[in-house]
């Protein structure tokens, strides 16, 4: 009895043409792909970059001082507070800490919705001052607490916020400033005062 043969393998139906177009369509589909993506890329680069240039160079520098002032009172309140012990002293620096750090932090977020990047700590000239600071103690301490961050900082922070009506070109900049102006002339007079009962003290 013979064994029958077994059945031929069907030929592809496809054409070397047909397989060559079908090669073609998927290179061009992941080169389609690849493209999208390198548009999105380059567009979220342009919406980047675009609102930066939105914000002017003053308003860069506006945040970047103000972010710095604060940072600089806080750190030398809470000097304060350590090596203090006139009760007007303490009181004041407390205030302070609690008020810049609000401030500091609602400018920190509005620098981030403007795409400026800001500083984490005092400028070098700050801290240099606060380094001085902190080697001090008693009398000396507070007459030069009460001058150099309750008076000093204070006169620089309310020039600066009050230049902003005039010189910054960003309206939710411009409205935070002007905002905020008052609080610091209080706290410029508070220091002012401060300054009077710690001069007057031997």
Do not use: C
Not at 40 to 69: M, P
Not at 135 to 141: R, T
């Amino acid at each position: 009895m013979k064994t029958s043969a077994s059945e031929p393998t069907t030929p592809s139906t496809a054409s070397p043409a047909t397989a060559g177009r079908s090669v073609s369509m998927s290179r061009a589909g992941k080169i389609a792909g690849a493209a999208a993506l390198g548009l999105l890329f380059a567009l979220s680069l342009v919406k980047i970059v675009y609102a930066d240039e939105n914000i002017s160079h003053w308003d860069k520098s506006f945040l970047t001082s103000a972010i710095e002032s604060d940072d600089a009172e806080i750190k030398a309140s809470e000097i304060a507070l350590q090596k203090s012990s006139n009760a007007d002293v303490k009181s004041f620096a407390q205030k302070m800490i609690e008020a810049h750090q609000k401030t500091s932090a609602d400018m920190k977020k509005l620098a981030a919705q403007k795409n400026v990047e800001a500083p984490t700590e005092a400028s070098l000239a700050q801290r240099a001052k606060i380094d001085v600071l902190s080697k001090l103690s008693g009398a000396s301490f507070d007459k030069r607490y009460a001058s150099m961050i309750g008076v000093s900082a204070h006169e620089d922070a309310v020039k600066l916020f009050q230049s902003a009506n005039t010189k910054s070109k960003d309206a939710e900049i411009k409205q935070f400033a002007t905002a905020t102006l008052p609080t610091l002339q209080s706290h410029l007079a508070m220091a002012n005062d401060l300054k009077a009962k710690v001069d007057s003290e031997k």
